[in-house]
């Protein structure tokens, strides 16, 4: 049975940072495509960060050179670092491994608020 399991989530002020973390159990990230998506209330979700098949990643501009997803095949746990965090940040944030199928963890919060 495949399980993704999120956490790292919480309260941070603006311009603060927080690093989420992944873990999967039954499937393993090195080789799949793996990506941090987020939903904000009221609003579609939307994909934050991905590494690719091949190792590629790729971020959308709205957080391009704020977060860093990464990997750590070791443990078979993938990681987001989050810095300069805006109150625009705040969302539940999952995790996504597909590999002839989709998987997704049950998602921590992030809220950024002063």
């Known amino acids: 049975q495949v399980q993704l399991v999120e956490s790292g989530g919480g309260l941070v002020q603006p311009g603060g940072s927080l690093r989420l973390s992944c873990a999967a159990s039954?499937?393993?990230?090195?080789?799949?495509?793996v990506a941090w998506h987020r939903q904000a209330p009221g609003k579609q979700r939307e994909l934050v960060a991905q590494?690719?098949?091949?190792?590629?990643?790729n971020y959308p501009d709205s957080v391009k050179g704020r977060f860093t997803i990464s990997r750590n095949s070791i443990r078979n746990t993938v990681y987001l670092q989050m810095n300069n965090l805006k109150p625009e940040d705040t969302a539940v944030y999952y995790c996504?491994?597909?590999?002839?199928?989709?998987?997704w963890g049950k998602g921590t919060l992030v809220t950024v608020s002063s």
């Open positions: 590494i690719t098949s091949t190792g590629s990643i």
């Open positions: 996504n491994c597909r590999t002839a199928f989709d998987y």
């Open positions: 039954g499937v393993m990230f090195r080789g799949n495509f």
